[in-house]
């Protein structure tokens, strides 16, 4: 049973150009969360998405972040016109369910500089 | 406002002896927690958790602690060895409305276990 993959790795984008973040939960969960890591800091939640459904986006900023689960396919977390201060750590998560004692597990994450 | 705190950011620990990692909280509406390791370009990986309706959890060398009337929890390793060092971050679920599922973390203690 595969983990959660996320991919790339490793991004490097140019301020001003666009971020695609893809995340593929683990198989049987249907429940997607990303995080952001900031350097020296703890991850911070950002939006938490069923499939095609948006359920709480309260950690999104309000512009240039997006984020979907469509039925089929991984999860993408968009960054539109990158600024230095996006780079960081990006995390998927995925749960079977959400309800407490379904712990989330993690993908290794993609890190994101803006150059 | 930080709602999960992990007031030291290190601790070293000699191989064998306990280690002591703390976490505080200040939103009674928890009601799960949650220890992740996490090592240098990984994910965090779930380690154990803990119910608002217990006051201890024990897998093998990890024990949590739970103390609800101080709003205070914190994992025991003993006995310590070298690969438990790592980054450990204690995370709480918010438990209403739609925000059911996604995690706040603390900020992280780096734990150095020397041998």
């Known amino acids: 049973n595969a983990g959660v993959m996320q991919n790339p790795r490793h991004l490097v984008r140019r301020r001003g150009q666009e971020a695609r973040l893809r995340c593929s939960p683990m198989k049987g969960h249907s429940h997607v969360y990303w995080y952001r890591q900031l350097p020296e800091e703890g991850l911070k939640f950002m939006v938490y998405?069923?499939?095609?459904?948006?359920?709480?986006e309260s950690g999104m900023p309000k512009e240039r972040f997006s984020a979907e689960f469509p039925k089929e396919g991984p999860s993408i977390l968009r960054i539109q016109q990158v600024v230095r201060g996006d780079s960081a750590a990006y995390f998927c998560?995925?749960?079977?369910?959400?309800?407490?004692?379904?712990?989330?597990?993690f993908g290794q994450g993609t890190r994101l500089t803006v150059v | 406002d930080q709602q999960v705190k992990q007031n030291s950011p290190s601790l070293s620990v000699q191989e064998g002896r306990i280690s002591i990692l703390n976490c505080d909280y200040t939103n009674s509406m928890f009601d799960y927690f949650l220890w992740y390791k996490k090592y240098p370009a990984e994910g965090p990986t779930f380690l154990i958790s803990?119910?608002?309706?217990?006051d201890k959890n024990e897998d093998g060398r990890f024990t949590v602690f739970l103390n609800k009337s101080a709003k205070h929890l914190s994992l025991h390793i003993v006995p310590s060895q070298p690969g438990d060092s790592a980054v450990y971050f204690c995370?709480?679920?918010?438990?209403?409305?739609?925000?059911?599922?996604?995690?706040?973390f603390g900020k992280g203690t780096k734990l150095s276990v020397k041998p």
């Open positions: 998405l069923q499939k095609e459904n948006i359920i709480d």
């Open positions: 995370a709480a679920k918010v438990n209403y409305g739609g925000s059911q599922g996604n995690l706040i």
């Open positions: 998560a995925s749960s079977p369910t959400r309800q407490a004692g379904a712990e989330a597990f």
């Open positions: 803990i119910s608002s309706i217990k």
